[in-house]
């Protein structure tokens, strides 16, 4: 759903033009007007991820039909109680919290920057997430349960390091996209050295963590990421209704009274802190980020990036990887994130190609 219009009370919203696309809809005395196209692809995208939650639940080295699935969700006594109880249901769980909050991370960040290659993952902020919880799994620093936080505050750091070096009188897209690339790489080789030094038995597990795997991931790592996601209600309805103005150009969205640096301030955190938890939770799964948002976008044909088509996005796209890493090369289970790096990849250079084509085309 694409809360992204102003908010209009009393007679000014009966008398304001409708946007052609979408319907208005009121609450007391308030009205907001909404995208019908983005509620019929958040729909369909819930009916969707719906099916896949099911097949996940269903498939595996032994096959549990819908039936037995649904007794156990409805806490009914199943004999299959073990396989999709306690075996699939937390990792699909951590899946779908995981993939939701790094689509939404995603759509923040494209959004501060105005580019379809920024995403958390690109500018560095998974980087650096990754490279503090690493380096806290290889020394022993901290307590297992510890680490989500650990991952927040690697992610804030480096998204900090990427908004300083990217600023020179206003956040150009492009510069904000180079910048993070750099510290991106410097973080993994930040990384490397860390794995490099540490106990080689948790640097194994470490290097198997950087792959993004949901493998033995619970409740346990799902807790924390619930937590913020549900804490951010608030905050990502916020985002919604103040992410328009920030993707007009600078001249036009200070000219509407918006407050672009504490906007974007707001947006930048808020997208930090989901994809660093996100990665604490499930491992840096790369792409996941940089493709929901836009499959959101070019579904529901919006002026700016839905996030609650982001989130469903991010969720489906989750959960068919790791749902595929599981089956596709039995008895060898594939981290989920060899699925999404080798979808995600070929979509990034195409990217990177259609903008430069862009470029040249306008420059001519």
Not at 83 to 103: E, H, K, Q
Not at 161 to 174: D, K, M, N, P, Q
Not at 309 to 338: C, K, W
Request: hydrophobic share 55%; glycine share 10%; proline share 5%.
């Amino acid at each position: 759903m694409s809360l992204d219009a102003p908010r209009a009370t009393g007679t000014s919203a009966r008398s304001s033009v409708r946007p052609a696309g979408y319907a208005v809809v009121r609450g007391g005395r308030a009205s907001f007007l909404v995208h019908r196209r983005a509620v019929v692809v958040a729909s369909v995208l819930a009916v969707l991820l719906s099916c896949a939650v099911v097949a996940y639940l269903c498939v595996g080295e032994a096959f549990v039909s819908p039936a037995q699935v649904v007794r156990v969700l409805l806490g009914r006594p199943s004999p299959d109680e073990l396989v999709v109880g306690t075996l699939r249901l937390p990792r699909l769980v951590v899946g779908l919290l995981a993939g939701a909050a790094f689509g939404v991370a995603g759509a923040l960040v494209q959004t501060v920057a105005r580019n379809p290659l920024a995403s958390p993952d690109v500018i560095g902020v998974t980087h650096g997430a990754g490279a503090a919880t690493v380096a806290a799994m290889s020394f022993n620093a901290v307590a297992y349960d510890v680490l989500p936080y650990v991952s927040v505050a690697g992610g804030l750091s480096a998204a900090l390091i990427v908004y300083v070096f990217a600023w020179r009188r206003g956040l150009h897209s492009s510069r904000f996209v180079l910048v993070g690339i750099g510290v991106s790489v410097a973080l993994g080789s930040l990384t490397q050295l860390f794995l490099t030094k540490g106990d080689y038995l948790v640097a194994q597990q470490a290097k198997v963590w950087l792959t993004g795997s949901l493998n033995g991931r619970g409740y346990e790592e799902a807790g924390p990421l619930g937590l913020v996601l549900l804490i951010g209600v608030p905050a990502a309805l916020w985002a919604a209704r103040v992410q328009r103005g920030v993707s007009f150009d600078d001249d036009t969205a200070t000219a509407l009274g918006v407050r672009l640096d504490r906007v974007r301030l707001g947006l930048t955190a808020l997208g930090v802190v989901l994809a660093s938890v996100a990665t604490g939770a499930a491992g840096p799964v790369d792409f996941v980020a940089l493709l929901a948002p836009q499959i959101a976008r070019r579904l529901t044909r919006t002026a700016q990036i839905p996030l609650l088509s982001s989130a469903l996005s991010g969720a489906l796209v989750v959960v068919v990887a790791d749902l595929l890493a599981r089956r596709l090369f039995s008895p060898i289970e594939l981290p989920v994130g060899v699925l999404t790096a080798a979808v995600g990849a070929p979509y990034l250079m195409w990217l990177i190609v259609r903008t430069r084509s862009r470029s040249g085309g306008t420059s001519s």
